[in-house]
């Protein structure tokens, strides 16, 4: 249960904040993933980083900006968020991009006000 | 890109009753169908797996079949239990990074 980290794990915030998710993952993998899950709805991948490079950017508003700074760590940059993006924001990580287990952290509840 | 639709939406069984849970996929080069199973307030975790290569794939209790020709596959949980109430993923790649999640289903087991 510890080995994908997150931070906050709830976070309140208004339209005009700059808020950072953080994400950390201890299992030596080397991709991670940012997922919006939303009531009703389906997880939606939003961002792959393999190997530190972004490879997948689901069509996400620029409010949304990731960041990747080593293999390990994950940020999702939030800035000028409208309501609607209010939802549960999971990470993941996986040893290899293609086909292999997705290890999921606890997720951050954004509600954005 | 792929689709994925899951059904039912929920499930309500009886204790000891088996659960089947239904995919379909759009991609026919998908190969690779992961289940995760959320319980409430935690995350998702990945509960069985199966590749094109092979039909059908047990684990204890759980089990996945896999019809390529038919582009669908199943989740069956027999002899369900209080704690396999859950909501349940299934999932989808063609190969590349990206899994394409089903809608989800809430499995509840009424004892």
């Known amino acids: 249960e510890t080995g994908v980290t997150q931070t906050p794990r709830h976070l309140v915030m208004g339209m005009t904040n700059k808020k950072s998710l953080k994400c950390e993952q201890h299992?030596?993998?080397?991709?991670m993933y940012w997922y919006k899950q939303s009531a009703k709805k389906p997880l939606e991948l939003m961002f792959v980083?393999?190997?530190?490079?972004?490879?997948e950017n689901n069509s996400v508003p620029s409010r949304f900006s990731p960041e990747c700074p080593n293999s390990s760590h994950l940020f999702l940059h939030l800035h000028t968020l409208q309501p609607e993006d209010s939802a549960l924001y999971l990470c993941a990580s996986s040893l290899g991009t293609a086909q292999e287990t997705q290890y999921f952290g606890p997720g951050t509840r954004l509600l954005v006000l | 890109g792929e689709n994925v639709e899951q059904h039912p939406s929920t499930l309500s069984v009886q204790e000891g009753d088996s659960a089947v849970i239904k995919c379909t996929y759009s991609?026919?080069?998908?190969?690779?169908f992961p289940w995760y199973k959320q319980e409430l307030g935690k995350r998702p975790q990945l509960i069985i797996d199966?590749?094109?290569?092979?039909g059908e794939k047990k684990d204890q209790r759980i089990a996945v079949t896999l019809n390529k020709t038919a582009k669908h596959f199943s989740l069956h949980i027999t002899e369900t239990q209080p704690e396999d109430s859950a909501v349940y993923f299934c999932?989808?790649?063609?190969?590349?990074?990206?899994?394409?999640f089903g809608q989800g289903t809430r499995l509840t087991i009424n004892p």
């Open positions: 980083y393999s190997l530190e490079e972004r490879v």
């Open positions: 991609d026919s080069a998908s190969n690779y």
């Open positions: 199966i590749r094109s290569n092979v």
């Open positions: 999932a989808a790649s063609s190969g590349a990074q990206k899994l394409v």
């Open positions: 299992l030596g993998h080397n991709a």
